[in-house]
C-alpha cells in the first residue's frame, strides 16, 4: 500500500484543516495498479486501477475549532501530478458487505435512536419512526465504529468503550436533525423515496423535531466530557449554518469558485464526517498523528461524497435520488459540474444570470453543463478527494476494518461509474 507526506499531495491545498501527518514516501511511477480489497469472509470486494492525473485539490492546515476564516487560511500551492484510482465496473460494490463486520454495532445504534429522540414526546416518537425508518446506510456512525474498531486495535482495547458508542448516536441525530432542517430550506417534499417530516407534519414541526435532535445531540455531547471531542463536533453544528448562509449567499453566482465551493461542501459535508472519524479515534487513545490521519480521510472522504452527490443531480432520475432531480441548479446553487463548465461557455452564464426565465433554458443549460465537461470535471475531482482518502488509511492495520472504510471509498466513486 502507498503512503505520502501530506506537504506532497496533489498540485494544489488549501489551508483548512490540521494534517498532523509525519510519515514520508512517495506514489508508484505507474499508470496502472491493480488492487485487490478482501474482507475476512475471503470473498473479493473489488479492483481499482491508479491512473495519472493532471490536478487535485485538497484542504489542508486549519484546526476543526479555528477561529480564522477560511479565506484567510487559503493557500493555494502548486504541485505534482497525483495518481487517482478508478473502479473497475465488474466488481460492483454492497454496502451490506462493507458493514457486516460492524453490523451487530449498527443494531444497537438503530434501536437506541427511536427511544433516544422520541421518548419525551408523542409527535416527535412518530417523526422519529419516520425519519430512522425512511432507509438510509448509517454510513457516518458505520465510519464511527469501522475507525473505532481498526483504531483500538492498535491501542490494544478488546472492545469498544462506551464512548464510541454514544459518538455514534450522536453523530446520526446531528447530521438527520441537519436533513430535516435542510428539507425545510429546500422545500423538498421527497428524502430517500418517503415523505419528508415537513410534508407530513408541517414546517414547525420539522423545525422543532431538528431543534430538539440538535439539542438532544448536544446534551450527549457534553455528557462525554471530552473537551477535544466536544470542541471538535460543537464545530459541526457551527459548519452546517456557515454553509448554508454561504450556499443562500451565492445563488445564482457566476463567479462562484471552485476553492468557494470546496469550502461550502467542507462544511455541509465533510466536517462532520471529519469529525466522526477522528472522535472515533480520540476515544480509542490513540497517537496524535492517527487521529489526525483519520480527520483527514473524513474529510477527503465527506468532500468526494459530495462532489458524488452534485454530480448525480444531473445524472440521475427523480427516482433513483430519492428527491427531485436537478433541484440545485434549479434554485441557484451551482456545483462542481456547472462551476467546471462556466470555465468554457459564456453562453451558460446568461442563461443562468436569467435565472431560467425562458421557456426551456434550463435543459439547454444542463445540456450545455454535460457537452463541456462539467460532470466529466467533476468526477475527476471526486476520485482525486477519494485518492487522498485512501492515503489516509495508511497507518491502520491491515485487516477487515481497514478493507471496509477503503471499500467505503470505493463504493462512493462507484455511484457514478
Known sequence: MMSLTCQNIGRARYDMVSCG????????KKNLIKTSINLNKGFELHKFKFVSSKRDVSLFGKKAFSTKSPEALLNVVPQGPASVFEPNSSDRILVSSLLEVVAEDLLTLNKNLQSIVGAENPVLMSAAEQIFGAGGKRMRP????????????IAELKELTSEHRRLAEIIEMIHTASLIHDDVLDDSDMRRGKDTIHQL????????????????????LANLENIEVIKLISQVIKDFASGEIRQASSLFDCDVTLEEYLIKSYFKTASLIAASTKGAAI?????RNICEQMYEYGKNLGLSFQVVDDILDFTQSAEQLGKPAGLDLAKGNLTAPVIFALEREPKLREIIDSEFSEDGSFNKAVELIIKCEGIKRAQELAKEKANLAIQNLQCLPLGEFRSSLEGMVMYNLERID
Open 142 to 153: 458505520a465510519l464511527v465504529f469501522l475507525v473505532a474498531r481498526a483504531t483500538a486495535q
Open 21 to 28: 501527518c509525519s510519515s514520508s514516501s512517495s506514489f508508484s
Open 283 to 287: 476515544f480509542s487513545g490513540v497517537e
Open 201 to 220: 407534519y408541517g414546517t414547525r414541526v420539522a423545525i422543532l423535531a431538528g431543534d430538539f435532535m440538535f439539542a438532544q445531540s448536544s446534551w450527549y
